[in-house]
């Protein structure tokens, strides 16, 4: 976080920068001005922070009030951070760039969405002759970088479809016309849309302006409609969301967290609504079934952190649906989503009918959501050919200050986790105050890793 602004421009290099305004500066002002802030922060993603010195210093010219940059995101720059914004007290953020949209719990929020070029006339074209039907129910919606094109492209296709929906976008924005503005409204994944009355949202078709990347992936497995499209090369494409490899391997880790008995919980969010609600579930969840769980907060997540835990079966992360480390091979343990935690222990859920990237949309009041009925009925695993649940015996605890239940005769009940990291080898960076000798600073290596200065080859030559 830089709280300083040290570098100068010159006026006339301002009014250069914001004769087209390209990130909105003056709408970012009126929307300060309008919910009388304070402490602003702005977030960029890592390919817009060489402008953020230069956005900030116009910013801070037009509203005389000083503005701080978030120089580095908790979790991901798609996510509002608001965790670092609060390390200053700031009372709201602006962020700039590609948004998921997810809501917070602390502070407002403004969206500076950016701005790709379409052409409206060749979109409705397409549009119109693949879905020839004009009485047939469609939901649209859009990538957010195209927010600024919908007011053209509905003004043309409501007339002439009598029931097709316009998603609104879950924000505050910079293209106001999209913003959400009935909070009736079904929200799922920052979308919001609202259904005809009487109508289920499985009996519509679902249209998506925009290449079929990860945005387009997390809503068509989330949202079930019939049929999915997206816009891609100027051509209409139908998309099998839920008949692709990427879903035959999250099958797979689901029969490894039926098989796992000791299960990290990564809380890998810090600001999105609700997160902690999903946290609880899945914890009693795996308490139901007899499973030790540990919870992590580690920041940013890369497999070298979670090698350092090589007792821990697999990972559920409570993160971000756009984040890619469910796509990713690269962790030595299967990394999975709070929905699969339901999928391997709900009974009451249909098995692999549907999915959801969204972790707010299984919890009560979401599209998703299902009462929880555990079964504790014996099945055989699909990966080790072993028997599950043939014990039914086993010492369990309701609550994590409760008295373990032992069968008679039974002396001890395993080994606590602490116990067992303590009698690791290798702990971690920790304190040993009394316990090592002092002794002075020792000078350590320095050249580049492929070639220190202390190699033998470099001290011959």
Known sequence: MIPEMTVKMTQHEINDDTEDDPYEVEKCGKWIDACNLNKICLQFPDSLLHDSVKIALCLENRIKKKVYILGDTTCGSCCIDEITAQHINADGIIHFGHACLNPTARLPVFHVLPKKEINVTEVVDKFKSNFEDKSKKLLFFYDVAYAHKIESIQRILCPLYENLIFSSLNCSSNVKYTDIKDNSSVVVLGRSFNL??????????????????????????????????????????????????????????????????????????????????????????????????????????????????????????????????????????????????????????????????????????????????????????????????????????????????????????????????????????????????????????????????????????
């Open 196 to 461: 005809g009355k009487g109508f289920s949202i499985r009996e519509y078709e679902a249209f998506y302006l925009g290449c079929g990347e990860k945005t387009f992936t997390t809503l068509a497995v989330t949202i079930p409609v019939k049929k999915w499209y997206y816009f891609e090369n100027n051509n209409v494409i139908e998309s099998q969301a839920l008949n692709t490899p990427w879903l035959k391997r999250r099958r797979f880790l689901i029969e490894k967290l039926k098989d796992a008995k000791v299960v990290g919980i990564i809380v890998a969010t810090l600001g999105i609504k609700d997160y902690l609600e999903t946290l609880t579930m899945v914890k009693n969840i795996l308490k139901n079934k007899n499973k030790k769980c540990y919870i992590l907060s580690i920041g940013k997540i890369n497999p070298m952190k979670l090698a350092n835990f090589p007792e821990i079966d697999v990972f559920v992360m409570i993160t971000c649906p756009e984040n890619e480390m469910f796509d990713s091979r690269e962790f030595l343990k299967p990394i999975l989503m709070p929905y699969e935690v339901e999928l391997a222990f709900n009974s009451s859920r249909e098995l692999y009918t549907e999915y959801c990237m969204d972790f707010r949309q299984i919890l009560p009041g979401g599209i998703h959501y299902v009462d929880f009925t555990s079964s504790m009925d014996a099945d055989i695993s699909l990966i080790t050919g072993e028997l599950r649940n043939c014990n039914k015996n086993v010492p369990c605890s309701d609550k994590m200050n409760a008295l373990a239940i032992k069968d008679s005769g039974v002396v001890a009940i395993g080994k606590a986790g602490a116990e067992f990291l303590n009698n690791r080898s290798w702990k971690g960076v920790e304190q040993r105050l009394g316990k090592d000798e002092v002794h002075s600073a020792d000078i350590g290596r320095s050249g580049l890793p492929t070639s220190y200065d202390s190699e033998p080859l470099i001290e011959k030559k």
